[in-house]
């Protein structure tokens, strides 16, 4: 294709911005940063950088990869034009008021990636995104312009290692309530701490972003084998070939995706989200990726309910190793073969939809195809041999959870819990109880308050179950909120129980002592309680006064859907 085709052919949206005589003002400006009036001619392509100095997930490694993106644009005949949006760390916020900002941070960064596009009439969009809420943020943003995009993943840490073993974060976690319980010394737990993040690059388990990395790829909106190429190489702090060789290839993409206008609502449907929930369960992936399918369904008006979800997940078997339940870490995800081996091992056991068709333009059974999978590698397990029979995200109901709550499994955990409630209405409250001893084996922890409305912000509480964890109490010890805990935990947790407490909903009833009984065979979260008990307390309670008054934080309390639903702010009914 000759520059003149290009400019004939790919920049019809953004000539609303910068031809004719009446758009003087706005070309002038334009070359105040640089361009020319033949940079203007071509198609002016969005990138959306969530890039941040707070973190390491997002942090330079995404500048590094626009930069690949950038050269490969303007090689292809294309005009790139970077933009940043916000991105909160749920690993430093943790544990604190500033959590609440971590979701809320998803509909800012979908809100700004819009606004930004819509008022400069971009021709394409390039999404850059590398943690929890900045890929589901980047995707909803994608999904609502519906314009030839991409969402690129800026790849996993390099794990830290220590004592013989690899680390990540979820090993500091779990070290502070080991460290509490006098079980590992002050040097371990300090040495822990400084070498669990060596470099660059999101959380190295099957946590929020490499889920969501997985589903992105399964779901067709960013190429397949990109995404799970590490963000640094051999030295763990250095960007590599490799990862800005990928990002090149995305930037050399975006054209041709304009040039056959290849939108989201063109390749993202049904089969698509169904594609999502495989992924997650059958890599034991983060119960968040629930929360965001269910946004993505939002967003692109395609039905899709909890009870969908529990359907594909308890048919779907449990292959992949990984932390936080398992052994391996995404980097060596990557070696043994990466997504691609997941999917192509998925399609030989019908799992997936072969044939929905990704952003290259080609079908996903197309793109499995080119798997390699290395010899000897014990991170994918076989159709054979899985490690579960069944995927680990499940969906319980029942008098505490009417309309669902979700529990992450491997396989090996107790699939019967009864014991009584320990109520607390703040996850800090929760946690000091930890960690001074007050909860023990057979307790039910209630932490509520915490989900879209009340916190706001569904709070995780990876704090409060890797605690648990730490003190050898993972497997006694019952976990249940309103807000999240993701698969960040080797513990019994349940989350994203809707409706939530500050709403009305049965968990906000709960009193000190209550037996709940969860029961994983039958699917069913109860408080043994009658209905008339329920109803009575039901009578007499009164909500809480909102936490914030004013700003973003009441914003989205007062327009954010429950957790079943998303947890969104872009639909109105």
């Not at 946590?207 to 997985?214: E, G, I, L, P, R």
């Not at 056959?260 to 089969?271: A, E, G, L, N």
């Not at 119960?287 to 779907?316: K, M, Q, W, Y």
């Amino acid at each position: 294709m000759t520059n003149s085709d290009v400019t004939t052919q790919l920049n019809a949206r953004s000539r609303t911005l910068v031809e004719g005589d009446n758009r003087a003002g706005a070309r002038a400006m334009l070359k105040a940063i640089g361009l020319t009036d033949d940079d203007l001619k071509k198609p002016l392509i969005a990138i959306a950088n969530t890039w941040t100095e707070i973190g390491p997930c997002n942090h330079n490694h995404l500048r590094i990869l626009s930069s690949s993106i950038k050269e490969s644009i303007r090689r292809a005949g294309g005009t790139p034009l970077e933009f940043n949006t916000i991105s909160i760390s749920d690993g430093i916020t943790m544990g604190t008021e500033g959590m609440k900002a971590s979701l809320i941070s998803r509909e800012m960064v979908a809100d700004s990636i819009e606004l930004v596009t819509r008022a400069n009439y971009f021709d394409g969009v390039i999404a850059i995104s590398s943690c929890d809420k900045t890929i589901p943020g980047t995707i909803m943003a994608l999904l609502r312009l519906d314009l030839p995009s991409v969402m690129i993943y800026g790849g996993s840490i390099a794990p830290g290692h220590y004592n013989g073993r690899d680390l990540t974060v979820q090993d500091v976690f779990e070290a502070i309530g080991a460290y509490a319980a006098d079980r590992i010394s002050r040097e371990e737990f300090a040495a822990i701490e400084n070498e669990a993040c060596p470099g660059p690059g999101a959380c190295g388990g099957q946590f929020t972003a490499n889920t969501m990395s997985m589903v992105a790829e399964l779901m067709g909106i960013s190429p397949m084998g990109v995404n799970d190429v590490p963000a640094v190489g051999a030295d763990k702090v250095t960007v590599s070939e490799e990862k800005k060789g990928a990002a090149a290839r995305v930037g050399e993409l975006i054209l041709d995706l304009i040039e056959r206008d290849w939108r989201p609502s063109k390749f993202i449907t049904r089969k698509s989200l169904e594609n999502a929930i495989v992924g997650a369960a059958g890599s034991g992936g983060s119960t968040n990726a629930i929360l965001h399918t269910l946004a993505f369904a939002r967003e692109a008006g395609i039905p899709f309910t909890l009870d969908d979800i529990e359907n594909i997940s308890s048919h779907v078997p449990l292959l992949v190793d990984m932390k936080p339940t398992g052994k391996y870490t995404a980097v060596d995800l990557h070696e043994a073969g990466g997504i691609r081996l997941f999917a192509r091992r998925m399609l030989e056991g019908g799992y997936l939809h072969g044939d929905v068709m990704t952003v290259t333009g080609r079908t996903l059974t197309e793109e499995a195809a080119a798997a390699r999978e290395t010899p000897g590698q014990r991170v994918i397990a076989p159709l054979d041999a899985p490690i579960n029979d069944s995927g680990g995200l499940v969906v319980l109901k029942g008098n505490l959870a009417p309309r669902g709550a979700v529990i992450k499994r491997k396989g090996d955990e107790p699939p019967y819990h009864k014991g009584p409630a320990r109520v607390f209405d703040r996850e800090e409250d929760a946690m000091d109880a930890v960690q001074h001893g007050r909860i023990v084996a057979g307790d039910v922890v209630i932490i509520r308050y915490e989900g879209p409305v009340g916190g706001p912000g569904m709070r995780e509480m990876l704090g409060v179950t890797a605690a648990l964890t730490g003190q050898n109490l993972g497997r006694d010890v019952l976990l249940i909120t309103d807000g999240r805990f993701s698969g960040a935990t080797k513990g019994m947790c349940i989350g994203h129980v809707a409706p939530e407490a500050m709403i009305g909903g049965p968990i906000g009833l709960l009193r000190e002592g209550d037996i709940i009984e969860c029961d994983i065979a039958t699917r069913s979260l109860n408080v043994l309680l009658s209905e008339e008990e329920l109803e009575a307390r039901r009578a007499a309670w009164v909500a809480p006064k909102p936490h914030y008054a004013s700003g973003v934080m009441r914003k989205y309390a007062n327009t954010a859907l429950q957790a079943d639903d998303g947890a969104v702010t872009n639909v109105f009914a």
